[in-house]
């Protein structure tokens, strides 16, 4: 019997550091953490949990970049570089935006996840994508999903593309993703590039994060 090739699959976790409100954070960063062996992004959640946390930590459910000691900090991101995996990101400085685009924040992050599909490689056979869950709503899941699909399948058309909608504390790969997020947030609002210098080689668009169009 001839042998069947498995399927290449990249998968990609989304995640974002800052707000789409006209006010609050300076920048808005979504990053996509990509690799073919995502376990290897969850045994670093793994592996935090059972080392660097205390008791009460352990317990918790997500571990968030914010809440975090710089110390912990610098253990997942000095972990994810070691890691076979890449990143891409877009930072957006808001006063560039225009006022009435923050009337309409689900159509402005489906855009902004359009131009970060810009700078991720399909050199695959199937994307999984598992993105930080924003709300229940079916409608505004599947308007995302479409316009996902549509961008990348402009790009190659014979390639399989799966979407899940995830809350963060249900998977350590989009954890793991928001440190990334927090790090590359960090230099663009604070000038502080200390983290991000820990994860830069694995930033395959590093030196053009930040983007408007």
């Not at 998968?11 to 979504?30: H, M, N, P, Q, R």
């Not at 080392?51 to 968030?64: C, D, H």
């Not at 490689?121 to 598992?130: A, E, F, G, M, Y």
């Amino acid at each position: 019997m001839e042998d069947i090739a498995k399927p290449h699959i990249e998968y990609i976790f989304i995640d974002e550091s800052g707000d789409l409100g006209k006010y609050g954070t300076v920048y808005f960063t979504i990053v996509a953490l990509s690799s073919h062996v995502p376990n290897e992004l969850a045994r670093i959640l793994k592996r935090l949990r059972e080392r660097k946390l205390k008791k009460k930590l352990k317990e918790l459910s997500e571990i968030k970049a914010n809440n975090s000691s710089s110390d912990i900090k610098r253990w997942v991101l000095e972990r994810l570089n070691r890691c076979d995996c890449s990143i891409s990101a877009v930072a957006i400085p808001k006063a560039k935006v225009r006022d009435d685009l923050f009337s309409h924040k689900e159509k402005l992050y489906n855009y902004l996840c359009g131009l970060l599909f810009e700078h991720i490689s399909l050199n695959t056979d199937i994307v999984d994508i598992t993105i930080d869950k924003k709300n229940g709503n079916r409608l505004l899941q599947d308007d995302f999903n479409n316009y996902i699909e549509k961008k990348i399948n402009g790009r190659k058309t014979d390639l399989k593309v799966r979407i899940r909608h995830l809350e963060s504390h249900a998977s350590n790969e989009l954890q793991v993703a928001d440190f990334v997020a927090w790090a590359i947030n960090r230099k663009f609002t604070h000038g502080d590039s200390e983290f991000y210098e820990i994860i830069k080689t694995k930033i395959k668009n590093q030196g053009k994060e930040e983007i408007w169009k």
